[in-house]
């Protein structure tokens, strides 16, 4: 067996006049995230821990910030093509672990739908997905709500093909 763990971490800054969007969910808020994607912070995290996983570099070789095909895309997109680059290397993901670190807003209400976005564009079983969230008792730039943090666990095992 092949197993392999990663870990992802994402810091994007708060902002007016910018969507919220985190776990591909739309978030009625009075601020968003800056980036030049969406800014989904927890799918960022997600995705660079399936990279490492994978022994592969991290989201900002593969969709670099300053290129035009990237600018306010899906970062589902993004984790497609994440998916993408693992199938071709044969890595079946087993589980993955997040947790969104911001003050405000509560998440609780969009979790499932989280979940659901993951599962779709990962093609893997929801009940593999973990998100959470948490708050930092108002310690930090976190806390400070000047912005939000995630991290991400995965696990994944190689398809080992023997023809």
Request: hydrophobic share 40%; no cysteine; glycine share 10%.
């Amino acid at each position: 067996m092949d197993i392999r763990t990663g870990i992802g971490y994402d810091v994007h800054k708060l902002v007016k006049n910018r969507d919220l969007v985190i776990g591909g969910v739309k978030i009625e808020y009075e601020f968003g995230l800056l980036g030049h994607s969406d800014a989904d912070v927890l799918i960022h995290a997600i995705m660079d821990s399936l990279l490492g996983a994978a022994g592969l570099r991290d989201i900002g070789y593969y969709f670099p910030p300053g290129e035009k095909e990237f600018e306010n895309i899906s970062s589902l997109i993004l984790l497609k093509k994440v998916n993408e680059l693992l199938k071709e290397k044969y890595y079946h993901i087993i589980n993955i672990d997040s947790i969104l670190m911001a003050e405000k807003p509560k998440i609780g209400k969009y979790v499932d739908i989280m979940k659901k976005n993951i599962s779709e564009f990962l093609e893997i079983s929801i009940d593999r997905i973990g998100v959470k969230a948490t708050t930092t008792e108002k310690l930090g730039f976190v806390g400070r709500e000047e912005g939000m943090a995630a991290m991400a666990t995965s696990l994944l095992e190689r398809i080992i093909i023997n023809d």
